[in-house]
């Protein structure tokens, strides 16, 4: 006769369960348009304050610095008090103005706004020396596998490497945080 394989329920459960993460990761990916990267990856302008006058509010400091030339910013309120604005790449005119309107919000001297600058070239080859690490990381763990287990094990921990990488990229599709 035929013969079938049937897996413990226990199993099939799990498999259902990292299909669905897996799906629900794949679909946050592309409905937002990919991975909310920094600006260590992108370049761009951060200013970072404590504001020590009142609470911060995300809507308030946006059209400040949205009236002092940064309108597309992305806000961020770090811990209680300290709140780090990312821009576009600014000039050193546009860098006062928005580090002024901050310092104003926050209650404190502009010199206490700090500010980082990186170069949209700086991002570039950031990112692409971290897709050449990951390759590499990926190609050493895979020969390593490879070496280590027998040719069924190696495949299945190859799949299971990939499966955690893209599951981490879901989290991070889905929740929107800065990679």
């Given at each position: 006769?035929?013969?079938?394989?049937?897996?413990?329920?226990?199993?099939?459960?799990?498999?259902?369960?990292?299909?669905?993460?897996?799906?629900?990761?794949?679909?946050?990916?592309?409905?937002?348009?990919?991975?909310?990267?920094?600006?260590?990856?992108?370049?761009?302008?951060?200013?970072?304050?404590?504001?020590?006058?009142?609470?911060?509010?995300?809507?308030?400091?946006r059209d400040a610095v949205a009236a002092a030339g940064a309108p597309d910013a992305k806000i961020v309120i770090v811990g209680g008090k300290t709140v780090r604005v990312q821009t576009k790449d600014l000039g050193q005119a546009e860098q006062q103005k928005v580090r002024a309107a901050l310092a104003k919000y926050a209650g404190v001297s502009p010199a206490n706004?700090?500010?980082?600058?990186?170069?949209?070239?700086?991002?570039?080859?950031?990112?692409?020396?971290?897709?050449?690490?990951?390759?590499?990381?990926?190609?050493?763990?895979?020969?390593?596998?490879?070496?280590r287990f027998e040719l069924k094990m190696a495949i299945a921990a190859i799949v299971a490497v990939i499966h955690d990488i893209l599951i981490t990229v879901g989290v991070y599709a889905l929740t929107g945080f800065e990679v």
């Open positions: 006769g035929v013969q079938t394989c049937a897996l413990p329920i226990w199993m099939w459960r799990w498999a259902l369960i990292s299909g669905i993460a897996l799906a629900i990761g794949l679909i946050s990916f592309f409905a937002r348009g990919g991975l909310n990267f920094g600006i260590d990856f992108t370049g761009g302008t951060a200013f970072q304050v404590t504001v020590t006058n009142t609470s911060p509010n995300a809507g308030a400091i706004v700090s500010v980082t600058d990186v170069s949209a070239t700086w991002g570039q080859q950031v990112s692409g020396k971290a897709w050449r690490a990951l390759a590499v990381f990926f190609v050493v763990i895979t020969l390593y596998l490879a070496i």
